[in-house]
T-cell receptor, first 111, second 119 residues
Framework: SQTIHQWPATLVQPVGSPLSLECTVEGTSNPNLYWYRQAAGRGLQLLFYSIGIGQISSEVPQNLSASRPQDRQFILSSKKLLLSDSGFYLC??????????FGEGSWLTVV | AQTVTQSQPEMSVQEAETVTLSCTYDTSENNYYLFWYKQPPSRQMILVIRQEAYKQQNATENRFSVNFQKAAKSFSLKISDSQLGDTAMYFCAFMKHVASGGSNYKLTFGKGTLLTVNP
């Protein structure tokens, strides 16, 4: 069966420090992958999506970047975190049948 | 750009009763997908129900059903026999194909409705 995992689950980082959140999908190949952010409040904002290795599309200009070094691996990064980067980050993948499923999420607090 | 509107920021219902959450969307597309996701306090985003726009029949999953009105661009969620475990934030979401020749789809969310089921 297909599963998605992301880590770390919780992260507290100082302003100006780097960030790396990792997401992997198992049990499938060539999935569409997504990073969403949910800031305090409620809405989910699409940050990046990828349809293949090395193919990244950015939805909003920001302090973050994404990479897809392997077929089932999707990484969210930052060189220098800002306070405004705090939030709940969700990785997701699209399954055959056009349904998107989410990982467990990662809480990021920038202090 | 597609927009998804959930006009009810919060709702409450008594256990065992029925509640309906509203969602409207705006699109010029003819082929798309609609979803309801549930986010309990654990923050895990869980798929509740899915509807293809080309299907006239409303989707049903156990106690959850939708009322899909394509012309009106409305997609409401009905929860029957509400249970305490249904307490969560509910998100309506719209998905369409975004790239020709490929298989990329993008999901756009509404702002959510916080549903509380009272004992």
């Amino acid at each position: 069966s297909q599963t998605i995992h992301q880590w770390p689950a919780t992260l507290v980082q100082p302003v100006g420090s780097p960030l790396s959140l990792e997401c992997t999908v198992e049990g499938t190949s060539n999935p569409n992958l997504y990073w969403y952010r949910q800031a305090a409040g409620r809405g989910l904002q699409l940050l990046f999506y990828s349809i293949g290795i090395g193919q990244i599309s950015s939805e909003v200009p920001q302090n973050l970047s994404a990479s897809r070094p392997q077929d089932r691996q999707f990484i969210l990064s930052s060189k220098k975190l800002l306070l405004s980067d705090s939030g709940f980050y969700l990785c997701a993948w699209k399954k055959i049948g056009n349904t998107i499923y989410f990982g467990e999420g990662s809480w990021l607090t920038v202090v | 750009a597609q927009t998804v509107t959930q006009s009810q920021p919060e709702m409450s219902v008594q256990e065992a009763e029925t509640v309906t959450l509203s969602c409207t969307y705006d699109t010029s597309e003819n082929n798309y997908y609609l979803f309801w996701y549930k986010q309990p306090p654990s923050r895990q985003m869980i798929l509740v129900i899915r509807q293809e726009a080309y299907k006239q029949q409303n989707a049903t999953e156990n106690r959850f059903s939708v009322n899909f009105q394509k012309a009106a661009k409305s997609f409401s969620l009905k929860i029957s026999d509400s249970q305490l475990g249904d307490t969560a934030m509910y998100f309506c979401a719209f998905m369409k194909h975004v790239a020709s020749g490929g298989s990329n789809y993008k999901l756009t969310f509404g702002k959510g409705t916080l549903l509380t089921v009272n004992p």
